[in-house]
């Protein structure tokens, strides 16, 4: 039985990567979704299924479906930014943007991490957070805002999209309680006291930035950042954390709830 599911993995990662190989990232971000949203969908699915941490391993062996695996990876990420930017267009103009934002297809998810961080940070309103790499369509920090009154800053690195989200903070009126910086982790410290830095899923190269935060930020700022623990999710994150410097430690680590994958893992200096 496991063999065949082993094998079904295969053949629907081979089979999704037939299809999903004929498009550039560059292809994905701007062609129409209808062309291969049906396939982004599937992997979705197949992602979900429930397989052992050592039947993953087993498919890591196979040098082939790693290649495979590594390339589908890449072209998911184009497609959740192409999403999230998509989305934010769609809000930005509209005369009850709040209503829309609300019926963003992973509004849920992000309500729940922000129940995480908030947790996990033994955050209170009006504390700090700085989320690096907070991208177009900076939620985690909207939804930490709504749901507990705690102030944020995103980091974006690619200025268009650092301006696209400036552009959504204003259309909902939070520019009092969140402010978007086009830069990277390199922007800090900043002006503020700071309770906690998340370091986004999409903020790279990982190790740099780890290194960096512990050189430069205050004794007492916590930290927290997102895996993935278990399942075929965990194959699909291209940049994973592979370094934590010693001078972090480990106090805290929330593993999901649904319609949540990630586990939250939270840092403090020793």
């Given amino acids: ?138 939620i985690s920090l909207i939804s930490l805002f709504k749901q507990y009154g705690i102030r944020g800053i995103g ?20 520019t009092d309680s969140i402010r978007i910086i086009s830069g990277n982790h390199l922007s800090l410290p900043v002006c503020e006291k700071v309770q906690m830095i998340i370091v986004g899923a999409d903020a790279y190269p990982k190790d740099e930035i780890f290194n960096y935060l512990a050189k430069t930020i205050d004794s007492g700022t916590k930290l927290s950042y997102r895996i993935y623990e278990k399942g075929l999710r965990c194959l699909l994150d291209d940049k994973p954390v592979l370094h934590i410097p010693h001078k972090f430690k480990e106090y805290a680590r929330i593993h999901p709830k649904p319609p949540v994958n990630n586990t939250s893992v939270f840092l403090i200096t020793k």
């Fill in 155 to 174: 980091i974006e690195h690619i200025p268009k999209y650092a301006n696209l989200s400036q552009k959504l903070i204003k259309a909902l009126k939070l």
């Fill in 1 to 138: 039985m496991k063999k065949s599911k082993l094998s079904y993995i295969k053949d629907e990662f081979l089979y999704i990567y037939s299809y999903l190989s004929n498009f550039s990232e560059n292809e994905i971000l701007h062609k129409p979704s209808d062309n291969f949203r049906m396939h982004f969908e599937r992997l979705n699915r197949l992602a979900a299924i429930d397989i052992d941490n050592t039947d993953v391993e087993k498919i890591l062996h196979d040098k082939k479906i790693q290649r495979v695996i590594k390339h589908i990876s890449c072209l998911k990420k184009t497609y959740g930014l192409k999403m999230e930017i998509e989305f934010v267009q769609s809000v930005i103009d509209k005369s009850d943007p709040w209503t829309l934002f609300k019926h963003f297809k992973f509004y849920p998810n992000y309500i729940e991490l922000a129940h995480m961080e908030y947790k996990g940070g033994y955050l209170k309103a009006n504390d700090m957070v700085v989320f690096i790499g907070s991208g177009p369509l900076p």
